[in-house]
């Protein structure tokens, strides 16, 4: 029998049916509304190879070097060209065809979705290997095709390389592969039997219209639906404005995005029928698994469908209410413009005192070196192709996607932004002098006008630098080679952000990466994380993280590299496309960033938990994973469940947190107990909660002061307390780069101290001086 129909399957038919196969089964014989389905069982992909003959000639072709990515790709290609070139036996491809066909109402023929099932005898972590193909709404015509192309994935680059590296014979794992009927959906969304936070006995339901993906990629808000799971009262209701959603097009059968219209954008999505049934589903659920369920669900037709079932991993033992879902996110206002980060007073005042009568207007020397060239005003990403070697870019706020354009460039203005902004931390990595918040620059200045800015001063001035002004090369390149840094017990280390800086980071002689921003890398693909995995797959997404990071790791090894997991406010992710459904957030920094979003988009957390992963299987274990933004253990405890299930050993790995709340510096001893094995001070947050004063609001900028007391003295308890507990310690902050603060570190005993490229051998120079110094009273 090649297949077998979801109503005869059991969770013992694992190894027949594979991982989704017996669950989509269980639900089933558990009475649960679940399309019908059936599956192309393991035997069935076995027999094919077998009897066909391709089996020796296939493995044989896998027995290569795994870190040889031509040879790689080549295997890749072999299986691909063995399994799709090979017919199916007759005998199969009636059978599977037969039971398409009665899948069709009245004669239509169904939309189905072909997923792979990988069975019990695959790798033992399936979230990495586990990830092959699924194909949606495929018809009659592709069907077989698709089918062979989901066996064919068992032999992917990455499974491949997997299993060499495990040495885990690839004659030994099989695949089947689930045929489902597609549900059209009208609305659909996700549940958890209960919150996910809490774990109490309450039933959170998100809806939108049209299909699930819009839900699960983030791309649209969600209604949002609080329900009692005993009494199944509705407590709350927060319908959303659902601005798009995804459907099939009836034409060509793909998944479209559409607006929605306008008398449904702001109506409400489930009515109390509907919840009445989810819940009673939800109920019905748990009760099966005996634990919590998040549940992805749909309608259709008047009817409830349940399309898949996890455990929820989210809960916290401690049950403490930490942790919020995403539609309670809108915070108090707080106004964001140009600001003054570093404390220096320069603060963006267009117009302000001129010195010097050529300055046109002032604001904050982001990047030093003086450079003259033709102003070039992007307000638009496609103005971005007119940037020519030479030009200097002026724009209101530097994007991610504007890197290439921003290296071709000689000089970068902005009107918005500070010290921490993405235009001062690229162009200071990239060595192009820059000014950014001048307020005003892109209606001041106009189009191929002639001007010389400075990164020092902050200054833009009219025509042509002198030639010995605008010598200007970056500063690790005009320090003499030799002596070279000198010898000190704290580390001095670099901050990163994007992987093309990691070479002119490295020549500096850091110690390490103190932090490394995987979100520039994230935010340069122009796309949400969630619509970059809605339209490429998971995979291609946690393939360009492994290449940036592993850009850097390779750069640097085998000194140590500090990759932060995501950490970029709502108003940037808004920028990209798939942006459209981000909450609008009165104060982004307070919001819904670093691990609160990670914990509640725990999809896509994974994927970026996945590409540690991988790195560390190539062998790079010099890359430590650090956790942005949290508050406490809780936080802390939940993100370490995740690594876990995606296979990090928290024992085996460095890992560690950012201190970056008031909370989590207070809290440094449950902290501790959490098993990191660092703490790291991102000041620039921790400045701002402090102190109260948002980084990026000018109006208070003079406020910004890093140094301040109660900064310290939250900097300096933590340093004794992990002393004590053996947990090291380092900052990551901008102030990293500023002497005061390096030498009240040293002093204080920090374990490192991390840099921005440009300061790192001030900053060298520094803790040396700091040191001989204590060492010197200590004498005396
Ligand atoms: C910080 O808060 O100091 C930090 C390093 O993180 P980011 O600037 O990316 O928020
Ligand atoms: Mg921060």
Redesign the pocket.
Known sequence: MAVLWLDDVSADDLDTVGGKGASLGELTAAGLPVPPGFVVTAGTYRTFIEEAGIDEELFAAMDIDPEDSAALREAEETARDLILGTELPESVREEILDAYRTMGDDGDEAFVAVRSSATAEDLPDASFAGQQETFLNVREEALLERVKECWASLFSQRAIYYRQRQGFPHSEVDIAVVVQRMVDAEKSGVMFTSHPSTGEPEIIIEAAWGLGEAVVSGSVSPDNYVVDRETATVDEVTVADKKILMEKDPETGETVTRDVPEDRREARVLSDGEIERLVELGRRVEDHYGNPQDVEWAVYDGEVYMLQSRPITTISDSADGAGTTPSSTERAAAATDAIDADGSGTGAKAGGGTEDDDVLFRGLGASPGIVSGEVRIVTKLDHLDQVAEGDIIVTEMTMPDMVPAMKRAVGIVTDEGGMTSHAAIVSRELGVPAVVGTGSATSALSDGQVVTIDGDKGTIRQGRATQEEEEYEPVEAVRPETPVKPMTATEVKVNVSIPEAAERAAATGADGVGLLRIEHMVLSLGVTPEKYIADNGADAYVEELVDGIREVAEEFYPRPVRARTL?APTDEFRELEGGEGEPNEHNPMMGWRGIRRSLDKTDVFRQELTAFKRLYEMGYDNVELML??VNDAADVEAAKRHMEAVGIDPVKRRWGV?I?TPASALAIEELAECGIDFASF?T??LTQYTLAVDRNNSNVADRFDELHPTVLTLIGDVIETCRELDVDTSICGQAGSKPEMVDFLVEEGVTSISANIDAVRDVQHEVKRTEQKLILDDVR
Do not use: A, K, Q
Request: hydrophobic share 25%; no cysteine.
């Open positions: 950490d942005p933004l950012m970056e991102g620039n947050d």
